[in-house]
């Protein structure tokens, strides 16, 4: 198990973890006391500070399947996976922050699928919806017993009980408090997390010579792992040819721009075109987890204003989640399995007591991310299936009743669905293909979300066309990657990486692009209500 | 080789042809064009209504922050 080396805690380190859990629900019972509407459960009154939104944003999109993912990620391929926090991010979130936010939260929508069918039609909003619902519901069983399995080596507590507990725990105060309770107790979490793995970052580098010394170490690690995979050593019964092509690009683990033929999942066009130009907007813009917060603000000019501190912060965060994995590169290299990195890093590194504070951190992690999904998916099925297509005349106050019975559900549902999975072979791909989900939708659901805010005439027609090409353009890619398919059909895969999923996003994000421009111009215009629902791009000074 | 290899050799090869210098300064362009935008926003988009009071209520502060931070990062890295 990941963790299980990091399981020797003291009481002052379980002290530190009861401290953090008891705070934890603590704020969510005092938050839930004053949830009266809808409004209040699902956007917190609108009444949400920016600098708690900003934190809130970054607690939800790292959860602790990252902290250890990232920092053996580091490991295996080098600073490289710090693009997905750096270029995937903050130009996508600066971007957001002046024109997409502010202008979703004037239009006043709950939901993202919401504004998609103000601008387009209900087929549009339903098949988004779905898209999101499914995801997320899938997902949070998935996270669940993620983070179960880490937990439990961690506190030596069999992985059902830990499903039980972190379920309860997270669907208590989400369920009490709503998103106020999420978004506050991100704030708890985003602090804990930056100061643990802070506190890994600082005793590592301090241990391997400061920066200076992390750079000759790594050089070391390199050569020795160039020399072990040089022809002559004729390791693991390779071809020399292979090993040449793997020579010709020495792993270079202080890199961020990879060249197009690196054997790692980070290719530089992967991560330009895919990453930061297509997947990170995707995420900032049109990721319901994500926009809900700032919905949820006290003002236009706090939502903008939550984005830019959200911005900020992120610039530091793979120094503190993916620098730990080179430490540990550095300080033992030749681990076969990158994802023993960081526990073994915390292991070494960390006095006990000081351990309990980093369990807290990677709870914390974990915590943020469920929370943030299982509030989004219940926000969903409330405003997006129950009031739209079941009660239309629902109350703020049936609503808010709605959205606790709704998470409730979804809770049940996650805990069944991670139990199912606890059946499942590890291997049957279940786990990969759930990772791969996201990157199905979010390139058309980008596009058509684009084209409808920034054209007016795009249509809804235009869009279910465009939404549904698009899903199976990058489904059919998935597919044809497979290896029993392209073996089946004799052919070569399509795509050279591991893990292509930022290519599939480009490739389906560029056929929704153009089904919704060509059958725009082929359809008839959207009433002027709808086609009005644009950025204005008129000055306001 | 389908099509849809055809393809895909095809921008593969594209892609391989850049040298890496030239993609560093794709990504430099790119942040670089994003922070001559953000500074050329008027001040009703980047301040509260009203205006700002404080200097670090504008938020082409905190934005330029952040986008140098990243210019300095992908010169280095």
Same mark, same amino acid.
């Given at each position: 198990?990941?963790?299980?080396?990091?399981?020797?805690?003291?009481?002052?380190?379980?002290?530190?973890?009861?401290?953090?859990?008891?705070?934890?629900?603590?704020?969510?019972?005092?938050?839930?006391?004053?949830?009266?509407?809808?409004?209040?459960?699902?956007?917190?009154?609108?009444?949400?500070?920016?600098?708690?939104?900003?934190?809130?944003?970054?607690?939800?999109?790292?959860?602790?399947?990252?902290?250890?993912?990232?920092?053996?990620?580091?490991?295996?391929?080098?600073?490289?996976?710090?693009?997905?926090?750096?270029?995937?991010?903050?130009?996508?979130?600066?971007?957001?922050?002046?024109?997409?936010?502010?202008?979703?939260?004037?239009?006043?929508?709950?939901?993202?699928?919401?504004?998609?069918?103000?601008?387009?039609?209900?087929?549009?909003?339903?098949?988004?919806?779905?898209?999101?619902?499914?995801?997320?519901?899938?997902?949070?069983?998935?996270?669940?017993?993620?983070?179960?399995?880490?937990?439990?080596?961690?506190?030596?507590?069999?992985?059902?009980?830990?499903?039980?507990?972190?379920?309860?725990?997270?669907?208590?105060?989400?369920?009490?408090?709503?998103?106020?309770?999420?978004?506050?107790?991100?704030?708890?979490?985003?602090?804990?997390?930056?100061?643990?793995?802070?506190?890994?970052?600082?005793?590592?580098?301090?241990?391997?010579?400061?920066?200076?010394?992390?750079?000759?170490?790594?050089?070391?690690?390199?050569?020795?792992?160039?020399?072990?995979?040089?022809?002559?050593?004729?390791?693991?019964?390779?071809?020399?040819?292979?090993?040449?092509?793997?020579?010709?690009?020495?792993?270079?683990?202080?890199?961020?721009?990879?060249?197009?033929?690196?054997?790692?999942?980070?290719?530089?066009?992967?991560?330009?075109?895919?990453?930061?130009?297509?997947?990170?907007?995707?995420?900032?813009?049109?990721?319901?987890?994500?926009?809900?917060?700032?919905?949820?603000?006290?003002?236009?000019?706090?939502?903008?204003?939550?984005?830019?501190?959200?911005?900020?912060?992120?610039?530091?965060?793979?120094?503190?989640?993916?620098?730990?994995?080179?430490?540990?590169?550095?300080?033992?290299?030749?681990?076969?399995?990158?994802?023993?990195?960081?526990?073994?890093?915390?292991?070494?590194?960390?006095?006990?007591?000081?351990?309990?504070?980093?369990?807290?951190?990677?709870?914390?992690?974990?915590?943020?991310?469920?929370?943030?999904?299982?509030?989004?998916?219940?926000?969903?099925?409330?405003?997006?299936?129950?009031?739209?297509?079941?009660?239309?005349?629902?109350?703020?106050?049936?609503?808010?009743?709605?959205?606790?019975?709704?998470?409730?559900?979804?809770?049940?549902?996650?805990?069944?669905?991670?139990?199912?999975?606890?059946?499942?072979?590890?291997?049957?791909?279940?786990?990969?293909?759930?990772?791969?989900?996201?990157?199905?939708?979010?390139?058309?659901?980008?596009?058509?979300?684009?084209?409808?805010?920034?054209?007016?005439?795009?249509?809804?027609?235009?869009?279910?066309?465009?939404?549904?090409?698009?899903?199976?353009?990058?489904?059919?890619?998935?597919?044809?990657?497979?290896?029993?398919?392209?073996?089946?059909?004799?052919?070569?895969?399509?795509?050279?990486?591991?893990?292509?999923?930022?290519?599939?996003?480009?490739?389906?994000?560029?056929?929704?692009?153009?089904?919704?421009?060509?059958?725009?111009?082929?359809?008839?215009?959207?009433?002027?209500?709808?086609?009005?629902?644009?950025?204005?791009?008129?000055?306001?000074? | 080789?389908?099509?849809?290899?055809?393809?895909?050799?095809? @921008?593969?090869?594209?892609?391989?042809?850049?040298?890496?210098?030239?993609?560093?300064?794709? $990504?430099? /362009? =790119? *942040?670089?064009?994003?922070?001559?935008?953000?500074?050329?926003?008027?001040?009703? @988009?980047?301040?509260?209504?009203?205006?700002?009071?404080?200097?670090?209520?504008?938020?082409? $502060?905190? /934005? =330029? *922050?952040?986008?140098?931070?990243?210019?300095?990062?992908?010169?280095?890295?």
């Amino acid at each position: 198990m990941i963790l299980a080396e990091t399981n020797q805690l003291a009481f002052a380190d379980l002290a530190v973890i009861a401290a953090y859990l008891l705070g934890t629900i603590g704020l969510g019972l005092y938050i839930g006391r004053k949830m009266k509407t809808g409004t209040d459960f699902f956007l917190a009154g609108r009444q949400l500070p920016w600098w708690a939104i900003g934190m809130s944003l970054v607690a939800t999109d790292i959860g602790g399947t990252d902290i250890i993912g990232v920092g053996g990620a580091a490991y295996k391929h080098g600073l490289a996976v710090a693009n997905f926090e750096w270029i995937g991010c903050v130009p996508a979130m600066i971007v957001a922050s002046f024109i997409f936010i502010p202008f979703l939260y004037r239009t006043g929508v709950f939901t993202i699928p919401e504004y998609l069918e103000r601008r387009y039609n209900a087929t549009v909003r339903s098949i988004v919806a779905s898209c999101w619902l499914i995801f997320m519901a899938c997902n949070l069983g998935i996270m669940l017993l993620a983070s179960s399995k880490m937990m439990s080596p961690l506190l030596n507590i069999e992985v059902a009980y830990c499903i039980w507990a972190t379920a309860g725990l997270v669907g208590f105060y989400t369920c009490v408090g709503g998103l106020a309770a999420v978004v506050y107790t991100d704030v708890i979490q985003c602090a804990v997390m930056i100061a643990g793995c802070l506190m890994v970052l600082v005793l590592g580098l301090s241990r391997v010579g400061g920066w200076d010394g992390l750079q000759e170490r790594l050089a070391a690690a390199e050569a020795q792992q160039v020399e072990q995979q040089s022809p002559d050593s004729g390791i693991d019964g390779q071809s020399a040819d292979a090993n040449t092509t793997e020579l010709s690009h020495p792993i270079e683990h202080t890199q961020l721009i990879l060249p197009a033929d690196t054997k790692t999942p980070f290719p530089w066009p992967a991560i330009y075109f895919g990453l930061a130009l297509i997947l990170s907007p995707a995420y900032w813009i049109g990721n319901q987890a994500i926009v809900q917060r700032s919905l949820g603000a006290r003002s236009e000019f706090e939502a903008k204003a939550s984005y830019v501190w959200g911005a900020l912060l992120k610039n530091v965060i793979p120094l503190i989640i993916a620098i730990p994995g080179l430490i540990a590169l550095a300080m033992f290299p030749g681990m076969k399995d990158g994802d023993q990195a960081f526990p073994r890093l915390v292991n070494e590194l960390l006095p006990i007591g000081l351990r309990g504070l980093f369990v807290a951190a990677f709870l914390a992690a974990l915590m943020s991310s469920i929370d943030s999904y299982l509030n989004s998916a219940s926000t969903i099925v409330s405003n997006d299936l129950y009031k739209r297509f079941m009660n239309p005349a629902a109350t703020d106050e049936k609503l808010l009743s709605i959205g606790r019975f709704t998470t409730g559900g979804l809770v049940a549902w996650a805990v069944m669905f991670a139990f199912l999975l606890t059946r499942m072979n590890e291997d049957s791909g279940i786990y990969a293909i759930f990772q791969t989900l996201m990157a199905f939708f979010q390139g058309p659901v980008l596009a058509v979300l684009l084209t409808g805010m920034l054209w007016r005439r795009a249509t809804g027609a235009a869009a279910i066309v465009a939404l549904i090409c698009g899903i199976a353009t990058s489904m059919s890619l998935y597919a044809l990657n497979q290896e029993s398919v392209y073996t089946y059909l004799g052919i070569a895969p399509l795509f050279q990486i591991s893990e292509p999923f930022l290519y599939f996003s480009v490739w389906a994000f560029l056929v929704s692009l153009s089904l919704v421009i060509v059958c725009s111009l082929f359809t008839l215009p959207e009433k002027e209500e709808k086609s009005d629902l644009v950025v204005s791009w008129r000055s306001k000074s | 080789m389908t099509f849809l290899h055809r393809i895909g050799e095809f @921008v593969r090869e594209q892609m391989l042809a850049v040298p890496l210098p030239v993609v560093r300064g794709l $990504f430099l /362009a =790119t *942040l670089l064009g994003l922070l001559i935008w953000v500074w050329s926003l008027p001040k009703s @988009v980047t301040t509260p209504p009203g205006g700002a009071k404080r200097w670090d209520e504008n938020l082409k $502060f905190g /934005a =330029t *922050l952040a986008l140098v931070i990243q210019i300095v990062i992908y010169s280095v890295f």
